[in-house]
T-cell receptor
């Protein structure tokens, strides 16, 4: 039982490049989330999913896309990277009883 | 618009001191209030509060929720250097927004030996 795992841990992108941040959970949780955290700030919700095939926008969805083809995986796609997307990205899944557990994060820098 | 405000923004204390961290919120579809500790990595879960006036405790940490006044506090007694971290609070939404968390900006706690 690995919990919530994210890859990669670090990535540097050039402006305009694309990439996919991977998130996997092995706890059979239906609810999964993507957050970003800018330096000195709290976390902001990008997208979330209530189950396979169902996704919805959070607070800051622009510039991102998600898919949820399986219960385990919830990848986040950046199509045209911009410096404003430099941040730490956290994936989370709901453990039931209104709690969320977070993956270790991906630190992304866009230059 | 949903709003979560934490205070103070930062706090510096010495080991053994007691601290109180505040979290006030204005959100729709409130369901519960979560507290997290973040130490240069992913947030780790501390407490989930759903009922007013019922204190939850875990060792030297305790927390309470006031749903009438829309705030929560997190107390840490006999602080240790290992308590140095950012403490985040987040209302957990229900209804059509079920599962959404809106985070405050966090309180940076620094505990000196």
């Amino acid at each position: 039982n690995a919990g919530v795992t994210q890859t990669p841990k670090f990535r540097i992108l050039k402006i305009g490049q694309s990439m996919t941040l991977q998130c996997t959970q092995d706890m059979n949780h239906n609810y999964m989330y993507w957050y970003r955290q800018d330096p000195g700030m709290g976390l902001k919700l990008i997208y979330y999913s209530v189950g396979a095939g169902i996704t919805d926008k959070g607070e800051v969805p622009n510039g991102y896309n998600v898919s949820r083809s399986t219960t385990e995986d919830f990848p986040l796609r950046l199509e045209l990277a911009a410096p404003s997307q430099t941040s730490v990205y956290f994936c989370a899944s709901e453990a039931g009883v209104d709690t969320q557990y977070f993956g270790p994060g991906t630190r992304l820098t866009v230059l | 618009e949903d709003k979560v405000v934490q205070s103070p923004l930062s706090l510096v204390v010495h080991e053994g001191d007691t601290v109180t961290l505040n979290c006030s919120y204005e959100v729709t579809n409130f369901r519960s209030l979560l507290w997290y500790k973040q130490e240069k990595k992913a947030p780790t879960f501390l407490f989930m509060l759903t009922s007013s006036g019922i204190e939850k405790k875990s060792g030297r940490l305790s927390s309470i929720l006031d749903k009438k006044e829309l705030f929560s506090i997190l107390n840490i007694t006999a602080t240790q250097t290992g308590d140095s971290a950012v403490y985040l609070c987040a209302p957990f939404m229900g209804g059509t927004s079920y599962g959404k968390l809106t985070f405050g900006q966090g309180t940076i706690l620094t505990v000196h030996p």
